[in-house]
């Protein structure tokens, strides 16, 4: 099925650790981005990207890095893992065309990530 | 940080009670989205506005954008328990969606 697919769906860290959040979509879309989800703080953009090869960050990049090598896929790196960034991320793409505000974001179904 | 309020956070009434949810700003946006959550899932689209002090039905759920372009209200006719969600609003800002606090619904049977 089309969409934006997210792997893992869960995971346990350990502080100091890294790992990298998979994320692909299907759709040819341009716009890609990462957001993380923490309760009472609604969704937060982490990074974003316009098209291959451009990048660019948002309102929380801090511990986070991104490339953008195809369409299709968006990884995000955690570089050093702190219990701060328990959370759940979120990767979503959009139409380039008239950008999300056209048809809206289409959203994976998130990773969950814990961090101890 | 494009600050985007919703209210109330948590809201639980019974099925066939109408409802309004609400979105401030004091932040200027060029358009406004609605979404919908469920657990375990990403937001899905409802709405999309971009005129200040436009109105869109989407069966019965109406959507309002302020005249100034700063907030938005989501009212509910009739709640069905198939309502039951996390309702965010997006404000969009630099070509960037700005998600809102979260309105956690749940309409008892």
């Known amino acids: 099925n089309a969409g934006v697919t997210q792997t893992p769906k869960f995971q346990v860290l350990k502080t100091g650790q890294s790992m990298t959040l998979q994320c692909a979509q299907d759709?040819?879309?341009?716009?890609m981005s990462w957001y993380r989800q923490d309760p009472g703080m609604g969704l937060r953009l982490i990074h974003y990207?316009?098209?291959?090869?451009?990048?660019d960050q948002g309102e929380v990049p801090n511990g986070y890095n991104v490339s953008r090598s195809t369409t299709e896929d968006f990884p995000l790196r955690l570089l050093s893992a702190a219990p701060s960034q328990t959370s759940v991320y979120f990767c979503?793409?959009?139409?380039?065309?008239?950008?999300?505000?056209?048809?809206?974001?289409?959203f994976g179904s998130g990773t969950r990530l814990t961090v101890v | 940080t494009q600050l985007l309020e919703q209210s109330p956070q948590f809201l639980s009434i019974q099925e066939g009670e109408n409802l309004t949810v609400y979105c401030n700003s004091s932040s200027v946006f060029s358009s406004l989205q609605w979404y919908r959550q469920e657990p375990g899932e990403g937001p899905v689209l409802l709405v999309t506005?971009?005129?200040?002090?436009e109105v869109k039905k989407l069966k019965r759920l109406t959507f309002q954008f302020g005249d100034a372009r700063k907030d938005s209200s989501l009212h509910i006719t009739a709640a069905q328990p198939g309502d039951t969600g996390l309702y965010l609003c997006a404000g969009e800002a630099g070509n960037q969606f700005y998600f809102g606090t979260g309105t956690s619904l749940t309409v008892i049977p």
């Open positions: 506005v971009v005129t200040g002090g």
């Open positions: 990207s316009v098209g291959a090869g451009i990048t």
């Open positions: 979503a793409s959009s139409h380039k065309g008239t950008g999300p505000r056209g048809y809206g974001y289409t």
């Open positions: 759709m040819n879309h341009e716009y």
